[in-house]
């Protein structure tokens, strides 16, 4: 006996096996953590990755500008989504899995307009000698964009007590659109800026 429990002992060791939850909230119902979720991007680049490359290739191609500016915009509604599917939510509520779902579905198509084109024109307008430069800049970038976004999400709890969490949402939903209406509206300016580059 002594020896099988030493064996059981050795083997739970070797192999630990991590146990997942699903809380039952009612009798039909369960508690699905949002962390199950993160393979919807993955699986929405795959889906729809074909679709945006056979766009780009066809003749109603937009500039490089325009593509920033749409994934902007796409982006900005995903967040939208977040705050209209947030609306009035008391602290411990529980709403349906489709607005994550939707708001993972258009940062996705938003990352697949912006993502590739920025890689894309950084080789094709800085001078050769810089290209190793500059690709460590836009990496620095997105480094620098991704502590920000952290030390925003910290401010969750804050804002919420104060607003609500649909205001949370709502300032990611303003300022990107904001920003990709900018964009397209100074898309004259630096496609003249670009000299003919596409």
């Given amino acids: 006996m002594k020896i099988d429990a030493q064996l059981k002992e050795h083997i739970d060791k070797q192999n630990p096996i991590v146990m997942g939850t699903v809380g039952e909230i009612k009798g039909n119902e369960v508690e699905i953590t949002t962390s199950w979720f993160s393979i919807l991007n993955s699986f ?11 766009w780009w290739e066809s003749k109603y191609n937009p500039s490089g500008a325009l593509k920033y500016g749409l994934g902007l915009i796409i982006m900005a509604i995903g967040f939208g989504v977040l705050a209209f599917g947030s609306e009035g939510l008391e602290e411990g509520s529980r709403v349906s899995l489709i607005w994550l779902v939707l708001a993972y579905l258009f940062h996705t198509l938003g990352e697949l307009c912006s993502s590739p084109v920025g890689l894309s024109y950084v080789s094709k307008l800085v001078p050769a000698r810089m290209i190793g430069f500059m690709f460590g800049m836009w990496y620095l970038a997105i480094a620098i964009g991704n502590y920000a976004a952290g030390s925003l999400g910290g401010m969750i709890e804050t804002i ?26 100074l898309n004259p300016l630096i496609k003249k800026l670009m000299h003919g580059v596409r």
């Fill in 44 to 54: 929405f680049i795959i889906a729809f990755a074909s679709l945006f490359s056979k």
């Fill in 160 to 185: 919420q007590e104060e607003y609500s969490m649909s205001t949370f949402f709502l300032i990611f939903t303003i300022i990107p659109a904001a920003a990709g209406v900018l964009i397209i509206l």
